[in-house]
């Protein structure tokens, strides 16, 4: 945030400052009179032009019959007429007598000139750019700040000429020259071109960290495409500064792969968008890479200023079949992901217009300030902070998921220590009851039967019996457990039998009681008729009677009453266990069918279970088409409801 504040004030510094240069400018006409080079002049009317090439229109006196009077910038006024070639303008301005050389060097600033021009002061030449011979070599990106040697300066009349070679019907002056100090106009340019230069720089960096981050994270698909999106936009808009001097000697070149960047652009950004979307890419899209692709091969041939022109038009011709597959992309999936490309949207509605206005710019169909920058800064930063929401959300979800792991590695645990306990307490009964076994058939054949053999035997049997109860807990724990991974995972294959529910109720009931050793005197069964028999799984009822009966033993008072009703209603069965014990706050009631999760009671690892049970009924429930619901508020009991449909029959 703050790197971009800055940049902001640096553009808007560089803005300002331009505005104040061009409020201090003089427009003056050709032959103005010069006393101080304190301020900038810039020479506007009166200009001399004229179609053709002499050598000798570089002097100070032409024969001035066959030039024409006009006012500068007059580039594009000219398109009509074909002016491929030479052609000259010239200006005269006046030095006072006592005229004395500047302190500080002077300068004459002409813009951007198409293609090639050479600079003269009273008939000496004192910059050119480009050349004709012995091989065209031509830049219309270089602004020219020619230097005015101060011992061709004279008082009185003086005489520039512009020599200007056009490889093209694209001609004439973009700006009104300039004449001021060296100084003053190279600091003007430099601080008009710096905010642009910097965000150059500012993209590649960013298109880096992407490009590190795609490598390092393994995510080798939309950070990979838009570090390379972002890469290529930094060389772009450097290129389009005078920083590319710097980068290249060779201006045919520096503009070549111009071009070739400008070409990838397209096909970086719809492959990012197909990543990011996680789509599969289409022929249209194939078919466009092609198209590209040959354009781009034949442009590193292309070396004058009529092809570079023809490749623009043509990759114009095929940019609106990347607007088309971009907007296909965001009809299509953009309401289902509109939160993953609010900001995308917002950048790309920034960016159009810039790109658009520089492309007619380039073909030379209107002249306008490079604005392309701006539009990428805006554009990267929206989707900068699509990706860090989309990096914020996913490393909040990811400690989510690790907050969820410590929990389920607590359950787990204790789903294994509770376990542990049953097999270990299962084992203590079973060898009790075998010493009991033991021991008393020693003595049977040393006395005879007596009373106290008789006690001894009946000890045993409630042992051996407290021993067969435990292992049939157990064995219900595993079948319980193995019965919830097949419903869980749909391979579960029911058997459909008729039974009488009331004889399975009591069943039920009676083996709870023998294994948390509760003949409890206030539980009502009630099942209406009376001798009612369904047709159902057994296997099914009875696992959620099982557990949702010694729930209510287990989490209530033995002097607590559990009610126990089934009965039938417009087609369904009804099973309906109420106790009238602490009950449970809302906020178990949200967990409590989550599997492992068991219900508050002190001294929790005393209670038998491994905290599947409730998890087991809803998913019994569900397996049936039915429902299970849960009534309870803090010291009111619990009321849980099942109803299933009759065999054939839907909710």
Known sequence: MMRLSFLSKLGLGAILLAVFLSSELKAESCGTFISSWDAPIKLVDNWQFRKGDNLDWRDEVVEESFWVKRSVPDYGISKTENLTGYHWYRCNFTLPENFTTPTEPIAVQLGRIRDIDEFYLNGTLVGKTGSVLPKLEVDFQKVRVYSLPTHLLKSGNNTIAVRIYAA????GLKVAPIISKERTLRES?????????I??????????????????????????????????????VLLRTQHRNILFENFTWSYVSELLI??????????????????????????YEVYLSILFIITLF???????????????????????????????????NITKLRYIIIGLISLLPTILIDSLSALEIINFPGTLFLGFLVFLVMI??????????????????????????????????????????????????LDKISRPAVKTKVKAKTKSAKVSTASTTDVIKQAEDHISYMSYMVEEALLLKQLEEKTYQPKWESFHIRD????????????????????????????????QAPELIFAMLRNLVENAYIYTDVKTEVSIEFYNRDGFHHLVITDEGLGMSQIEMETIFQKFVRGYKESKNEIPGAGIGLTLVQATANYLGGTVTLKSAEGMGAKFTVKIPEKGKKI
């Open 168 to 171: 093209t019907n694209l001609n």
């Open 189 to 197: 340019l430099f601080m008009s071109e710096v905010f642009p230069m």
């Open 199 to 236: 965000c150059g720089y500012v993209f590649i960096f960013m298109g880096i960290y992407f490009l590190v981050g795609s490598i390092v994270r393994g995510r080798t698909g939309e950070n990979f495409f838009f570090a390379l999106f972002s890469i290529f936009i930094g060389i772009y």
């Open 262 to 287: 400008l070409i990838c652009l397209p096909v970086f950004f719809i492959n990012f968008l197909h990543q990011y979307l996680k789509i599969k890419r289409n022929m249209v899209l194939l078919g």
């Open 302 to 336: 292309f070396r004058t200023p009529k092809s570079w022109i023809l490749v623009i038009a043509l990759f114009n011709y095929g940019l609106p079949v990347a607007l088309g597959l971009g907007a296909y992309l965001f009809i299509k999936y953009g309401k289902e």
């Open 384 to 433: 900068s902070i699509q990706l860090s929401n989309d990096m914020v959300l996913g490393l909040r979800n990811f400690m989510d998921q690790e907050k969820e792991l410590i929990q389920m590695e607590k359950v787990k645990t204790g789903f294994l220590l509770n376990l542990s306990s049953e097999f270990k307490s299962g084992m203590e009964k079973i060898y009790l009851a």
């Open 504 to 535: 399975l109720i009591h069943s039920c009931v009676s083996s709870i009681e023998n294994h948390l050793g509760q003949k409890r005197k206030n539980t009502s069964i009630e099942v209406k008729p009376d001798n009612l028999e369904i047709l």
